[in-house]
């Protein structure tokens, strides 16, 4: 999919842009793919490196990144032709603003009784700032930050997201972080990517279960910072996204309902109880893991 995400990226005329890929592959398909779309743009750079899970991959970009705004998205995604351009003008037009999210349609061969994954609709401009459900600013595969920020906040918590120690959230770790620091965040309609949607069967289950999981590990860290609003988003988590969904399932007969609360309920569980004895740095706020390869 990086072939397609890699197109669309180069569509956008922003004209001082870097496009940096960061490749945590085993084999060189995403290598030989880069390196067709290279031939036609210049502004891409390829890092390939040994190391495992989205967090360090995202540190890697960062710490590589030449721009004073950093924005990232994911493979299986399509930016929209002038995704580059909105960010910016959100960033122009909101001096106080120190990070932007935007917004997440799906795309791909999907059912409208689908379950979406990672989609972001709401079509009204927001801002956020202090202890809030990092979950309603948007996702990980459409944000974008002023390099300032990260000197202050620090990196994304290597422990958490897919490929790390504890499973995901890493996003809405970095998110609830940037807000606790007083920085103001944007949700922005207008910077669009299309999110595929592939995932099927047993594959959405388990991607349902790898989000609480995170969710309960991201939870369980705050908790033992001190951090009592926690306790108010894992009440949300448990109610109006466990509870309610059994309730409702039970009510109209639909188990697909019920699974997904359970599930919820179920993944928030295990990951509090994975992250309790993992080490961690409380004045950082940070799980503390060895960086696997360079």
Partial sequence: MISECLTALSANDYPNMEIIVVDQSTDSATADAVERTLRSDSRIRYIGTN?????????????ESRGEIIAFTDDDCTPDRGWVKAIVD?????????????RCLPSGDFRPKDRLVGVKIDSK??????????????????????????????????ALGPGGLLWNADDADFTYRVLCAGFKALYSPKPVIYHKQFRRGEARSRLEKEYGMGAGAMSCKYLRCGDAYMLFLLGDRFGKGGLTHIIYGI????????????????STVVGLYAARRVPLDTSRRMFIVPSAGV
Avoid at 143 to 151: E, K, S, V, Y
Avoid at 251 to 266: D, K
């Fill in 251 to 266: 009510l109209t007969a639909q188990p697909a309902h019920i699974r997904i609360g359970w599930y919820r309920i179920s």
């Fill in 125 to 158: 401009q927001q801002i956020f700032c202090g202890k809030s459900n990092p979950w309603r600013l948007g996702h990980g595969n459409n944000m974008a930050f002023r390099r300032c920020l990260f000197d202050v906040v620090g990196y994304f918590d290597e």
């Fill in 90 to 102: 959100e960033f122009s037009d909101n001096p106080n603003v120190s990070a932007v999210y935007g």
């Fill in 51 to 63: 190391t495992i899970g989205l967090s360090r991959a995202r540190n890697i970009g960062v710490q």
